[in-house]
């Protein structure tokens, strides 16, 4: 059997910028920034007072009771699960159950509920521990969540690879439709760890932007005054489908997800690969795994996340495995860096650039550094056309994932 | 504390617990098949009727509180 192509026919966001994927991409569009301060109590004493938070709160769209069983990231992931859904127009003629599966993965989990449950735990004592606890912090939960609700019952999957985990999601969605495993798969990632302790954690490792008093400047991929990450929260999904599956309901097809890779740098388990060989070995295989040509690819949504070593390694991988002509963009810019949903989130903006035929921009590339000696569409975003673009997803412990999407 | 006061705060907790609507309890009405309590919101919801009644109610005990009435006798009994 001839192995099938897999297309996008859905696609589903609540991100700072917007609580749905049309707000966010509309935002994005016109360079707005989702960074702000911190106005929480607990924000005076760190070293960072400003992050991405969601533009619309889970209470507008979830009933309160459900949310009391709901970690964040899982009210969230659910929340663009169900748009995605609706959008592929499957919310009211769903697939087989057991055709349909699920990939959803967070970076960190569900942090917030455990360091909220050791608090009443330590007030309280340990009957007062909430019994929806475990299941609003394991790692598996956002998708088991998913595909509760959406009936899957073709095996329920969390990836886990850190900063790479939205793009390894959608990576794995391809293959359980390649391997025959499911026709269709709701992949995507989320993360909410907007919260004293990841923040003092990141701050400590230095890899966050502590440009307090200027939050929409802050992150600021390859330019020169860049000084680190600025954490995000949010979710994206995105529905997969087996082509044919989708042509015979007569859906609308966004893109084609052409190709995927996944290598590991064996490097260090947070700093990358200084010549970036386990990024070029990956962009490298996505587009043998496509089976396009390296030309078409015109476009590239980095990983780029405004931190000093990072957002250059990734120009000499991409340099060396691409060539000069791809028009690079760092969206992360904008939304913040959303951890695991950040290669969900950005490859919905790679889908609609190639969708739409616009390129989203870079903001606050005001200066660029020395070594970025590749195109950006810097300040506004720039159209043209996209038949193929990648998109990044590079994580702590040396996980790198690329997608390729391309016309349909 | 009166049957109906106690039946009256256990139809707070479970607004607040499970979303259930006052007016739909009663001391007839099962947790689960009536309320839609399931098993992990009624474990919320005997943690908060001990605070509020200021009683004991063991885990073993929960089992045998199918129904509303058989939670406000049991409350009662204690109150």
Same mark, same amino acid.
């Given at each position: 059997m001839s192995r099938p192509d897999v297309v996008v026919t859905g696609l589903g966001a609540t991100t700072p910028l917007g609580g749905d994927v049309a707000s966010t991409w509309d935002a994005m569009l016109a360079g707005r920034s989702g960074v702000g301060p911190?106005?929480?109590?607990?924000?005076?004493? =760190?070293p960072v007072r400003i992050a991405a938070q969601?533009?619309?709160?889970?209470t507008e769209k979830l009933d309160r009771v459900k949310l009391r069983r709901l970690d964040r990231s899982e009210a969230i992931a659910l929340i663009a699960a169900h748009e995605a859904w609706a959008d592929a127009g499957l919310a009211d003629s769903p697939p087989e159950p057991e055709r349909i599966a699920v990939s959803v993965g967070s970076g960190i989990g569900g942090a917030q509920t455990l360091l909220a449950q050791d608090d009443i735990l330590e007030a309280s004592?340990?009957?007062?521990?909430?019994?929806h606890t475990v299941p609003m912090l394991m790692p598996n939960g956002p998708a088991a969540w998913v595909g509760l609700e959406l009936g899957a019952q073709a095996g329920v999957h969390s990836v886990a690879s850190a900063c790479a985990t939205g793009a390894e999601a959608i990576a794995l969605g391809l293959d359980l439709i390649r391997s025959g495993r499911a026709d269709v798969v709701l992949a995507g990632g989320t993360e909410a760890v907007i919260h004293p302790l990841p923040i003092a954690g990141f701050a400590s490792m230095r890899a966050?932007?502590?440009?307090n008093d200027d939050p929409e400047r802050?992150?600021?991929?390859?330019?020169?005054?860049r000084d680190g990450f600025v954490l995000g929260e949010g979710a994206g999904a995105v529905v997969l489908e087996r082509a044919d599956h989708a042509a015979a309901r007569g859906a609308r097809v966004y893109?084609? =997800?052409?190709g995927a890779a996944l290598t590991s740098d064996g490097y260090d388990i947070v700093q990358p690969h200084p010549e970036g060989r386990g990024v070029i070995r990956a962009i490298n295989m996505a587009i043998a795994d496509a089976g396009?040509?390296?030309?078409?690819?015109?476009h590239v949504n980095a990983?780029?996340?405004?931190?000093p070593v990072g957002d250059i390694a990734e120009i000499a991988a991409l340099r060396s495995a691409l060539g000069n002509h791809p028009v690079l963009t760092a969206t992360k810019s904008m939304t913040g860096h959303l951890l695991g949903a950040a290669g969900a989130l950005e490859s919905i903006a790679t889908i609609l650039a190639i969708r739409d035929g616009v390129i989203p921009p870079t903001i606050n590339l005001d200066d660029p550094d020395d070594a970025l000696d590749l195109d950006v569409a810097a300040h506004k975003a720039r159209h043209m056309e996209v038949p193929a673009a990648l998109n990044n997803g590079f994580g702590f412990g040396g996980h790198n994932a690329v997608l390729v999407f391309a016309r349909a | 504390m009166t049957r109906d006061e106690i039946t009256a705060g256990l139809a707070e907790i479970l607004e607040e +617990?499970?979303?259930?609507?006052?007016?739909? +309890?009663?001391?007839?009405?099962?947790?689960?098949?009536?309320?839609? +309590?399931d098993s992990l919101s009624m474990v919320e919801v005997v943690v908060a009727a001990e605070e509020k009644f200021g009683v004991k109610i063991p885990d073993n005990d929960v089992?045998?509180?199918?129904?509303v009435g058989d939670a406000v006798a049991y409350i009662a009994a204690q109150s």
């Open positions: 911190l106005t929480q109590e607990w924000a005076g004493q =760190l969601l533009a619309v709160e889970p004592g340990p009957r007062r521990v909430s019994p966050m932007s502590t440009r802050a992150s600021r991929p390859w330019d020169k005054d893109a084609r =997800l052409a396009i040509d390296r030309a078409d690819i015109v990983h780029a996340t405004s931190t | +617990v499970a979303g259930v609507s006052p007016d739909d +309890v009663a001391e007839e009405k099962s947790f689960t098949d009536d309320l839609d +309590v089992q045998n509180l199918k129904t």
